[in-house]
């Protein structure tokens, strides 16, 4: 059985930091995507599972950074500088090993429980 299991996030004024962390069972890539209320749920970071490479969207990067733990099955999404809009639910994303668009969310199998981020300003 899959398991992915998320924990982080919490409240913080602007121009903070916190850390996202997802643990996952098994071998996958891992993406973290986003949803403010009364949006769409958007992709945020990803990072491949061999060789490492990332990916981030226009709006995160170079505040955010996505790592991986030397035993490959944590992630780590380091955000910093946050702005107010940051402020959603944080989703951990799995996808299983082979054909993978990074910004996609349905090119993911399986996700993480949700953590809400709060930026105040």
């Known amino acids: 059985q899959v398991r992915l299991v998320q924990s982080g996030g919490g409240l913080v004024q602007a121009g903070g930091s916190l850390r996202l962390t997802c643990t996952a069972s098994a071998r996958f890539h891992i993406g973290w995507f986003r949803q403010a209320p009364g949006k769409e749920r958007e992709f945020v970071s990803a990072?491949?599972?061999?060789?490492?490479?990332?990916y981030y969207s226009a709006s995160v990067r170079g505040r955010f950074t996505i790592s991986r733990d030397s035993n490959k099955s944590t992630v780590h999404l380091d955000m910093d500088r946050l702005k107010p809009e940051d402020t959603a639910v944080y989703y951990c994303a799995a996808a299983e090993l082979g054909g993978w668009n990074a910004r996609q969310s349905q090119s993911y199998h399986y996700w993480g429980q949700g953590t809400q981020v709060t930026v105040s300003s």
């Open positions: 990072i491949q599972f061999i060789g490492n490479p990332q």
